[in-house]
Structures are given as structure tokens and as C-alpha cells.
């Protein structure tokens, strides 16, 4: 299996999730092609999971970097998946499917190349999680 590189840094990780997370919430109201409620989702999750991650951006530090990373992979899949599946039907152009198939994609993609671990100074406590 062939695995990205890993070079994108948890801090830089953490300004892409902000950004995401808002645009995402912002555009859920216009995107016909994928259902409201997941882009709302998607978006409102990405912004959460940032607030509670163990990371430099982190508010509360409860999530380990490894399990946002998954999660990260989740809603990704989601959102391209809600897309190009049968809730997506309603779409009217092509640009209503593609931007949030390429927004799913680049989620998933950021989350395979960014640094599994922040820097030691920024880890709060360690998580009992087995990520």
C-alpha cells in the first residue's frame, strides 16, 4: 500500500480545518446537490472536532490528533459520497456535484498527509483512546 507523505504540520492542519469548517457551513445553503442537513453537518463537525482537538488550535484538547485524522477521513467520504449517491439526485449541474466531491476529496487528503502527532510541547495529557 503506498502512503502519502506526511507533511503537512498539526498547526497548519488546524488553520485548514477552520477555514474548511466555516466554508462548508457557509456553502451548505447553496449546494443543491448534496442533502443540507449533511453539508451543515460536515461543516459544523469540522469546526467542533477543531475546538476539541489535541492540537496547537485546540480550545479544550480532549480529541487525540489520530482520531480526528479519522474523522476527518469520515466526513470527507461523506460529503463527496453525498454527492455522487442517491440523496444527490437532485443536483442541476455539474458544478452542484463536483464542488463537494473535490471539498470530500481535499478533506481526505489533507488528513492522510498531515503529521499523525503534534509537537511534544503542545500534547496536554495523554489519551486513553488506542489511536
Same mark, same amino acid.
Given at each position: 500500500m503506498i502512503r502519502p507523505p506526511r507533511v503537512i504540520p498539526?498547526?497548519?492542519?488546524?488553520?485548514?480545518?477552520?477555514?474548511?469548517?466555516?466554508?462548508? !457551513? $457557509?456553502a451548505s445553503?447553496?449546494?443543491?446537490?448534496?442533502?443540507? &442537513?449533511? =453539508? *451543515?453537518? +460536515?461543516?459544523?463537525? %469540522? @469546526?467542533?472536532?477543531?475546538?476539541?482537538?489535541?492540537?496547537?488550535l485546540g480550545v479544550v484538547r480532549l480529541v487525540p490528533m489520530r482520531a480526528h485524522l479519522a474523522l476527518d477521513v469520515?466526513?470527507? !467520504? $461523506?460529503?463527496?459520497?453525498?454527492a455522487v449517491g442517491p440523496?444527490? &439526485?437532485? =443536483? *442541476?449541474? +455539474?458544478?452542484?456535484? %463536483? @464542488?463537494?466531491?473535490l471539498a470530500g476529496i481535499g478533506e481526505v487528503t489533507v488528513a492522510l498527509m498531515t503529521q499523525p502527532d503534534p509537537p511534544r510541547r503542545w500534547r496536554r495529557r495523554r489519551s486513553r483512546l488506542a489511536f
Open positions: 498539526t498547526k497548519a492542519h488546524g488553520i485548514a480545518d477552520y477555514a474548511s469548517g466555516a466554508l462548508i !457551513l $457557509a445553503t447553496g449546494l443543491r446537490g448534496v442533502p443540507k &442537513g449533511v =453539508a *451543515t453537518a +460536515v461543516g459544523a463537525g %469540522v @469546526l467542533a472536532q477543531s475546538l476539541l482537538t489535541d492540537y496547537e469520515a466526513s470527507g !467520504l $461523506a460529503l463527496a459520497g453525498s440523496t444527490g &439526485g437532485g =443536483a *442541476t449541474g +455539474v458544478a452542484s456535484r %463536483v @464542488l463537494p466531491v
